[in-house]
């Protein structure tokens, strides 16, 4: 039988625990403090060769609690989301925050920061699913990757499907609640010839089920994709442009954010500490969040520590415009929070789209990207090395699939040299971006 969360009910018990464990903290002394609480409850189903491994059924809670006693702070969290948990929290983080060193920066963020709307954001769409239900969709998906002429076998599906609803509170009078749901399907298939064998897989993901693509789909492109990379052989070395796929692109851009959170500022741990103003992409690009888009899979009414969210502008016209910040870091800074506790939310870009054939025909000898792998990225120094594979391309064509080459330059130089951006916008993450047409990039296989 389906099983949905009794949303508005786990809410309320929620609101109403997080309301009581700020008076028990007020009480007994602390200065300020902050909680949030959350609850969620999902399926996981895993198919292999048309047999279910796996049909999970999870219900999963967790508290945040911080406490300040003057500029002392002290942090407890728990998996369990119940009021005497909460309580025992607050009491653990005071027992903590006696013996912690002053902080000038910490603190709640500013009330008059704080967000006074709740819009519905659409990002709450239950979906009623049983676990038979289930079962179909993702034996479907794998059927379609199975379908595909010269698959050898299936590394299975997976479909899941979660919804929850999270709390925020602290002793400013501040209570806001943020209900959300997550559907994904997701297919994994193995192509083989007489040279071996390579895998691929692809997915499909939204806060609404009925925008997931069809089962048969995701399949079909996992088995095509896989197929495509029979016969790879190594990359030669040299300098050349390279086309980042809009899931690589992707990648690049979360380095971005990361070398510009306020954290890695104050900290001097960012190869772009003292980049402000300056230019880092080429002037037909900017970047920002639009963290209010109704639909969109991370929009949210206010940051994690209720500061309203608005649209920010990280880059403007190639130039680096704004850190990313909390109201600790901004602080540490000497700043105002940008409302990211937690992270940007949106990320688009605003630049010329090209057709992915036309990024293609500005190739004269390349690769384009497909898969990374590796840790090899200092965003402290910006240097990045990475192992990937993908496609030859040569006279604007793809003529080989390669793999075990690898990718090394400057992210700073990289950004610099982007020359494209595709129309082939993947619109599965909280990051939407095409394809990155990036020049001369050392590859070495």
């Not at 692109?249 to 300056?278: K, P, Q, V, W």
């Given at each position: ?5 009794d ?14 464990a ?37 219900r ?17 969290s ?45 990002v ?27 698959i ?21 009078g ?35 089920p ?15 994709q896989?197929m ?56 037909w690009?900017?970047?920002g ?25 990280f ?6 415009a ?20 937690g992270?940007?939310?949106?990320v ?20 384009m ?19 990937a ?14 793999e ?31 394809s ?10």
């Amino acid at each position: 039988m389906a099983s949905t969360l009794d949303i508005d009910g786990q809410q309320a018990a929620l609101e109403t625990a997080v309301t009581q464990a700020l008076e028990h903290a007020r009480r007994a002394g602390a200065d300020a403090c902050e909680i949030g609480a959350s609850v969620q409850q999902g399926m996981e189903i895993n198919v292999r060769k048309g047999s279910v491994e796996t049909l999970e059924m999870a219900r999963d809670q967790g508290i945040g609690v911080t406490l300040y006693l003057g500029q002392r702070r002290a942090s407890v969290s728990s998996s369990d989301a119940s009021r005497n948990s909460l309580m025992e929290a607050v009491k653990r983080a005071l027992d903590i925050a006696r013996y912690t060193a002053e902080d000038p920066a910490a603190g709640l963020a500013d009330p008059a920061l704080l967000t006074r709307e709740m819009p519905d954001m659409g990002v709450h769409h239950p979906w009623a699913l049983a676990p038979d239900e289930g079962v179909e969709l993702a034996r479907r998906c794998e059927q379609g990757g199975l379908a595909v002429a010269g698959i050898d076998s299936s590394d299975g599906a997976s479909l899941t499907t979660s919804e929850g609803v999270s709390v925020y509170g602290n002793s400013h009078g501040f209570m806001g609640a943020t209900r959300v749901s997550h559907h994904a399907l997701s297919c994994m298939m193995i192509a083989r010839d007489d040279a071996g064998m390579q895998r691929d897989h692809d997915y499909t993901v939204s806060c609404d089920p009925s925008r997931l693509r069809a089962p048969e789909s995701v399949g079909r492109v996992a088995a095509e994709q896989a197929m495509a990379r029979l016969g790879s052989r190594p990359m030669d070395t040299g300098r050349m442009p390279v086309l980042f796929t809009p899931n690589m692109a992707r990648s690049l851009i979360g380095h971005l954010l990361n070398a510009i959170a306020g954290g890695a500022i104050f900290r001097e741990s960012s190869f772009l500490c003292d980049a402000m103003g300056e230019s880092l992409f080429p002037e037909w690009l900017s970047l920002g969040e639009r963290p209010r888009e109704y639909g969109a899979i991370a929009s949210s009414a206010y940051d994690d520590e209720g500061v309203y969210t608005r649209d920010n502008e990280f880059i403007v016209d190639g130039r680096l415009a704004s850190w990313m910040l909390s109201s600790y870091s901004a602080r540490r800074l000497g700043l105002v929070t940008t409302g990211n506790s937690g992270g940007a939310r949106n990320v688009r870009l605003q630049a010329p789209l090209t057709s992915h054939e036309a990024l293609l025909g500005n190739i004269e000898r390349g690769v384009m990207v497909t898969e990374l792998m590796g840790q090899g990225v200092n965003t402290v120094t910006g240097d990045y090395s990475r192992g990937a594979a993908g496609f030859l391309i040569e006279k604007g064509r793809i003529v080989a699939p390669v793999e075990e080459f690898t990718i090394a330059g400057n992210l700073r130089d990289m950004f610099g040299n982007l020359v494209g951006l595709g129309d082939d916008i993947d619109r599965r993450s909280s990051v939407h971006t095409g394809s990155w047409l990036i020049d001369d990039i050392m590859v070495a296989g």
